[in-house]
């Protein structure tokens, strides 16, 4: 696949076209058989799948249905996630087994944490937050408090390193690496510079956020969330190049040849 020049009407059905082909596939391979790797890895990257199509066809449905006043700045959070998961499940299928486990087991850590912090604001004057959460802790974690001690401390040594100083530490996430250290590995670095750091104006609340939509009209500021078409054409290249290269992968580690049937989605004649 490479990236080409197209117009926003060929980017927007090129992403139609390759969200079709996602959609054939599982449906064409129905018996589809577990990777190698074990049950965990299969069932991670069908998810990952899962999640990436239903992204795609949540911004194609939104396009149709908008067209002139696209959401231009809720395309773009949906985006990133793409991204995100594009590049865990990449990471992921340089040791499949291995980081398949510790992608799962790092959930009994995130539960942990979430306890911990809901446990340290119990004592909050701020009423409603009290309220709600004496009602989480009675129904939700209480009954649970043993098993969630349980799991953490089967896995915790797991997620630790030692700092500079001697101090052992718990890992920041379950591989102790940044996105962008994990986008390097998988060979996307380029990617993340260029798309990932654009994307992330969106969600961080970034002022090219807003100077996005920001114009000047007869020396008056005047704000707007009206899509131009260039923001809509970025939008649909973005995602028909994360889509291509997640099915790619997919295609690769389940044995699918779908790599032909992906380069021709983009091209128009």
Request: glycine share 2%; charged share 30%; proline share 3%.
């Amino acid at each position: 696949m490479e990236l080409k020049s197209l117009t926003t009407k060929q980017h927007v059905e090129l992403t139609a076209r390759l969200l079709s082909l996602a959609k054939n596939i599982l449906s064409e391979n129905k018996e589809l058989k577990y990777h190698d790797a074990g049950f965990e890895y299969t069932s991670i990257m069908i998810c990952f799948y899962s999640h990436i199509i239903s992204s795609v066809d949540t911004i194609l449905k939104l396009h149709k249905l908008s067209p002139n006043w696209f959401p231009t700045t809720n395309a773009y959070i949906i985006l990133r996630s793409i991204f995100e998961i594009n590049i865990v499940a990449h990471y992921i299928s340089k040791d499949p087994y291995k980081r398949a486990i510790s992608y799962i087991e790092y959930g009994k850590i995130l539960n942990k944490k979430r306890f911990d912090a809901i446990l340290k604001h119990k004592e909050t004057k701020r009423e409603p937050w009290r309220r709600f959460i004496e009602e989480t802790l009675k129904h939700e974690y209480y009954p649970k408090q043993s098993k969630i001690n349980e799991d953490y401390n089967e896995v915790k040594d797991k997620f630790t390193f030692v700092n500079k100083r001697g101090k052992k530490k718990m890992f920041p996430n379950w591989t102790n690496k940044s996105l962008k250290e994990m986008a390097k590995e998988v060979n996307h670095e380029i990617e993340y510079d260029l798309f990932y750091s654009d994307l992330s104006n969106f969600t961080h609340g970034s002022v090219k956020l807003a100077n996005r939509f920001l114009k000047i009209k007869e020396g008056e500021p005047l704000w707007s969330m009206r899509s131009d078409e260039t923001d809509v054409g970025f939008i649909f290249r973005y995602a028909a190049t994360f889509l291509s290269c997640f099915l790619s992968l997919f295609g690769k580690e389940f044995k699918v040849d779908i790599d032909k049937e992906i380069e021709s989605c983009w091209n128009f004649s």
